[in-house]
């Protein structure tokens, strides 16, 4: 029996849970397909398959196909990697200067390790995805950006670090880590854990008392 408006509903409630775990029976199935199978490779079918749905099921929740799926699983598994390091960057503003550069370093490397796969699709299939995913991306990155150049500057105020524009260094000091993943996609050899470009900067910046 359903209840009178503005009341719990168990019909409603069921519906809910059930428009929920076909939802993510469908976004489980996806994430595994394309990390095993890579997106290209990935079909509606296979994931539907896989999922135990139907193609008609599918497009109702994702109309526009994968593309839905890419940024759902960017909004679900890359979003709060980008807002947990930015929360990390707050609490490093009294950690040693020389430690905290490779604790984000670090962090930022690591952010990418568990959704290598989504970024590969980001960047082989731009054409496709990147209509898509750009607010995303370019929301993560700017607010993460802001927040190390925060971080940059604060630092400076306390002469530990020399002169320089810290909206600028931000985007410098995450340049090598960037780059190094980008390399690994394309299948050059590329350690993503090599420091030395950042040692190089740190070193640079760093004012030693």
Do not use: C
């Not at 524009?165 to 090598?176: I, M, Q, R, S, Y």
């Amino acid at each position: 029996m359903i209840l009178k408006k503005g009341r719990w509903s168990p019909i409603a409630s069921k519906r809910q849970a059930y428009y929920d775990a076909t939802k993510e029976a469908l976004i489980n199935s996806a994430r595994q397909l394309f990390k095993t199978k890579g997106y290209a490779a990935t079909t509606v079918n296979d994931i539907t398959k896989h999922a135990n749905k139907t193609r008609t099921t599918f497009y109702h929740y994702f109309p526009d196909g994968k593309v839905n799926l890419i940024q759902t699983l960017m909004e679900l598994d890359v979003t709060p990697e980008f807002v947990a390091l930015g929360d990390k960057i707050d609490t490093l503003k009294e950690t040693p200067i020389v430690d905290a550069l490779h604790i984000i370093n670090q962090g930022f490397v690591d952010m990418f390790v568990p959704n290598l796969y989504l970024w590969q699709a980001d960047i082989y299939f731009q054409d496709e995805l990147y209509p898509a995913l750009k607010d995303i991306t370019d929301e993560e990155y700017s607010v993460l950006t802001d927040k190390l150049a925060d971080f940059l500057a604060y630092r400076q105020a306390k002469h530990e670090l020399i002169a320089f524009d810290p909206e600028t260094g931000a985007k410098v000091f995450l340049a090598p880590a960037l780059q190094s993943i980008v390399l690994s996609f394309s299948g050059a050899r590329s350690d993503m854990n090599d420091t030395k470009q950042v040692d190089l900067l740190i070193n640079q910046w760093v004012i030693n008392h």
